[in-house]
């Protein structure tokens, strides 16, 4: 039907109305094949997010459909409203094989839409661990951040996936490099009480004691929520019991701020100095009196 359609100069496109559009969408490979054999425009946008035909393709995982449109010669790194290419719509939805086709037709791997995210940081954001490892292997930019200075480990960590941690981490992704705010990778993770992914980030060398831009530590900011468990493994790993913050705040002061009987009791007992007072001369015993936290009062 279609075909007799075509070769009595049925409209292809006319007004909001484009066939090949919408036979995209519903994956026919075989009217969009023909269609394409009439000339159908692979270049034409739908109205609200201005993406091409290979930008639905690709993100509905249309595998046979794409390839077809990638045979038409269609833009394969055009991007959307959004400044997403097929790739990274690809990715984000975790359409392995349609990655595939596209990292194999050459399409750029890391073009950031308006959020400055690549097609990598798109799928760790996503979860898609296939995905991340196949862009990973073609050579993906490992620790290109998005606006907010996040690189696809810190995003990694913050949805506390210890799979694409490894494989990022295998990947020889630094462990180190901060966000804007000055957060790296291991205080994500430690202010997260994501033990696993934090344990694994101290094994591959990560600073236990990098700061962020207001010099809380991983072991602060632990201390501080009273996560005992990650207090005690950044202890292990040599992390700076008395490194204070810049308003002079230690690890043993934000634990008395936060009224953790346990957490005061592991730093005391690892040498944390009770007397160290911040910029104020507040010491420990001082804020915990001043939180009516008695017990922690009593400890330090």
């Known amino acids: 039907m279609v075909r007799v359609l075509l070769e009595n100069q049925a409209y292809v496109r006319s007004g909001s109305f484009d066939a090949l559009q919408l036979a995209v969408e519903n994956g026919f490979a075989d009217i969009v094949e023909l269609l394409l054999a009439f000339q159908a425009d692979t270049e034409s ?3 609200a997010f201005r993406r091409t035909c290979l930008h639905i393709a690709a993100a509905r995982g249309f595998l046979d459909v794409a390839r077809l449109l990638l045979q038409a010669k269609a833009d ?3 991007t959307d409203k959004n400044g997403n290419s097929a790739l990274a719509l690809a990715a984000g939805e975790g359409q392995a094989e349609v990655v595939s086709l596209l990292l194999k037709a050459a399409a750029a ?3 950031t839409n308006v959020e400055g995210q690549t097609p990598l940081f798109r799928a760790c954001m996503q979860g898609q661990d296939d995905v991340a490892g196949m862009l990973l292997h073609a050579g993906a930019d490992r620790d290109k951040s998005d606006l907010a200075g996040d690189t696809p480990l810190i995003i990694a960590c913050k949805w506390n996936n210890m799979d694409i941690v490894r494989l990022l981490l295998a ?3 630094s462990a180190d490099v901060p966000n804007r705010a000055g957060q790296t990778p291991l205080i994500v993770a430690s202010m997260r009480d994501h033990r696993c992914i934090s344990h694994l980030l101290l094994l591959s060398n990560a600073d236990a004691d990098n700061g962020d ?12 929520a009273g996560h005992v468990q990650i207090a005690q493994m950044l202890l292990q790993f040599k992390a700076d019991i008395n490194k204070a913050n810049h308003a002079k705040q230690s690890p043993l002061f934000a634990a008395s701020a936060g009224g953790c009987l346990e957490m005061c009791r592991l730093l005391l007992d690892s040498g944390a100095d009770p007397g160290k007072p911040d910029l104020k001369g507040t010491t420990p015993l001082a804020v915990a009196s001043e939180q009516d936290h008695r017990r922690v009062a009593r400890c330090s």
């Open 213 to 224: 831009n207001d010099g809380l530590t991983p072991l602060i900011l632990a201390a501080e």
């Open 45 to 47: 946008t739908e109205t």
């Open 76 to 78: 394969k790194d055009r």
């Open 171 to 173: 990947a020889r992704a």
């Open 109 to 111: 791997k890391d073009n």
